[in-house]
T-cell receptor, first 114, second 113 residues
Framework: TQLLEQSPQFLSIQEGENLTVYCNSSSVFSSLQWYRQEPGEGPVLLVTVVTGGEVKKLKRLTFQFGDARKDSSLHITAAQPGDTGLYLC??????????????FGQGTILTVHP | GAGVSQSPSNKVTEKGKDVELRCDPISGHTALYWYRQRLGQGLEFLIYFQGNSAPDKSGLPSDRFSAERTGESVSTLTIQRTQQEDSAVYLCASSLVGFQPQHFGDGTRLSIL
């Protein structure tokens, strides 16, 4: 069974602070996705990273895929209350019986206080 | 609409009753997934349909859970003889093909009394 360990599980910060969420596994993934979910809604895809060492930026969000494609991080600069939500990482493996399936981390609940 | 549609949005039922949850995927998406999400938790994979292939049922927690999909359209998730531990949000997602980014519905919040 593949596991994606996300940390921290909870994060409560003040507006303007920076933060990093980590997603780690002992398994290699062909790609990794980050989702954000707000209460009462389904997760919404933020980014997909596919190449080891890849870095993608989305405004104040920076996503990195580890060189070995086993881990990823999400860094938010100058967090705002609108960033509040549940952040989920999900890994995909290509081929075999796992084709098409995503393994989700347990999520990080981020609360940004004004 | 253009997104994944799930119904009902909320369902409250008594322990022991059967429930049926519905998912309308995005038109043209061949892959469809069901997940279970407990409060404040990540997503627990239940079942995956890809085109006409046999579904991957490896995540179904017990034989009380089953799902069907008609072609590449609507899917229903059925839970028989519901238990209180079945209370959760059930999310459906679809993608163009397996392995592609998934588009989620807003889920069905199931509460078992």
């Amino acid at each position: 069974t593949q596991l994606l360990e996300q940390s921290p599980q909870f994060l409560s910060i003040q507006e303007g602070e920076n933060l990093t969420v980590y997603c780690n596994s002992s398994s290699v993934f062909s790609s990794l996705q980050w989702y954000r979910q707000e209460p009462g809604e389904g997760p919404v895809l933020l980014v997909t990273v596919v190449t080891g060492g890849e870095v993608k930026k989305l405004k104040r969000l920076t996503f990195q895929f580890g060189d070995a494609r086993k881990d990823s991080s999400l860094h938010i600069t100058a967090a705002q209350p609108g960033d509040t939500g549940l952040y989920l990482c999900a890994g995909a493996r290509a081929g075999g019986t796992s084709y098409g399936k995503l393994t989700f981390g347990q999520g990080t609940i981020l609360t940004v206080h004004p | 609409g253009a997104g994944v549609s799930q119904s009902p949005s909320n369902k409250v039922t008594e322990k022991g009753k059967d429930v049926e949850l519905r998912c309308d995927p995005i038109s043209g998406h061949t892959a469809l997934y069901w997940y279970r999400q407990r409060l404040g938790q990540g997503l627990e994979f239940l079942i995956y349909f890809q085109g006409n292939s046999a579904p991957d049922k490896s995540g179904l927690p017990s034989d009380r859970f089953s799902a069907e999909r008609t072609g590449e359209s609507v899917s229903t998730l059925t839970i028989q003889r519901t238990q209180q531990e079945d209370s959760a949000v059930y999310l459906c997602a679809s993608s163009l093909v397996g392995f592609q980014p998934q588009h989620f519905g807003d889920g069905t919040r199931l509460s078992i009394l």
